[in-house]
């Protein structure tokens, strides 16, 4: 097993990303359990209770999430299924919200924990949509994992891509370059498997190249022209982690006013 990564450094080694996602796992997932930190409602996608999970097989220089990332073995405590439906329901009541996600990682590491969550939802008559927001790192690596969400009607799930080329990929994740290939593996396996979805990636011209984002909307439209036109774009916003992990990695952007 490789040494664990924690944030990028401009000596980081690239790391196999599967790897890494079940070291992580022998840290935050027990049984059934997984380590989070926190569940309340935040704003995005008008309001969503969100739980907020430990550990991911990236290491996003941009990355926002807590330190978690970088240290699981020190942030969280083990909920199990039932308890994560529980505080997520809570924090959707007190907010009137009718959403819920895990946030703050991967959630797809642990995958006997995500899938004992989202049968517990789909009973749920609070809940009428969980977003599953994801690397597609482990939904690219195995298509029965993407099978085994087929039963499940109140899902959807938003891939996040980080990059479309092997250089981008390893300089921004810190994975191996190869690896960049498995996110669009995860979205052609949920477009086979007809589960409703969409992509989102990280676009921002400060850190991806014009070359490299005409790359990836190829590559998406090669798939379905569809998924390509309804690309959602994100930017690097400077939350105080982001600036932490930038600084880190000695990358400096210019901030929009
Ligand atoms: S941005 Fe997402 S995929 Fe990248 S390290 Fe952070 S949590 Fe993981």
Same mark, same amino acid.
């Given at each position: 097993m490789e040494k664990y990564p924690r944030y990028? #450094?401009? &000596?980081?080694?690239?790391?196999?990303?599967l790897e890494i996602a079940k070291k992580t796992e022998e840290?935050?997932? *027990?049984?059934?359990?997984?380590k989070y930190t926190a569940f309340y409602t935040v704003g995005v996608y008008r309001g969503i209770a969100t739980g907020y999970a430990v550990g991911c097989c990236l290491r996003c220089f941009y990355c926002w999430v807590g330190l978690g990332r &970088?240290?699981?073995? *020190?942030?969280?405590?083990?909920?199990?299924?039932?308890? =994560? =439906?529980k505080n997520l329901e809570r924090a959707g009541r007190k907010r009137g919200? *009718?959403?819920c996600r895990i946030?703050?990682?991967?959630? #797809?590491?642990? *995958?006997?924990?995500l899938l !004992? =969550?989202?049968?517990?939802?789909? !009973? !749920?008559?609070?809940?009428?949509?969980f977003i599953l927001e994801t690397n597609g790192i482990l939904f690219g690596a195995d298509e029965g994992y993407v099978r085994a969400l087929t039963p499940f009607t109140k899902i959807h799930v938003r891939v996040s891509l980080k990059a479309g080329n092997e250089d981008g990929f390893q300089q921004r994740t810190g994975a191996i370059g190869k690896f960049y290939q498995l996110p669009f593996k995860a979205i052609e396996n949920l477009f086979e498997a007809g589960i409703s979805f969409h992509v989102a990636a990280m676009t921002d011209p400060r850190i991806m190249p014009k070359e490299e984002r005409k790359a990836l909307i190829k590559r998406l439209a090669e798939i379905d022209s569809r998924i390509a036109?309804?690309?959602e774009e994100e930017v690097v916003d400077p939350y105080e982690t982001t600036l932490?992990?930038?600084?880190?990695?000695g990358i400096k952007l210019a901030w929009y006013r």
């Open positions: 990028l #450094t401009p &000596d980081s080694q690239p790391f196999n990303p840290i935050v997932c *027990r049984n059934s359990m997984r &970088d240290f699981p073995e *020190r942030y969280g405590e083990f909920f199990s299924p039932l308890e =994560v =439906v919200v *009718r959403k946030s703050g990682g991967e959630p #797809t590491l642990c *995958r006997n924990h !004992n =969550v989202l049968k517990l939802i789909e !009973n !749920n008559s609070w809940f009428e949509l036109l309804n690309l932490f992990r930038l600084k880190k990695a």
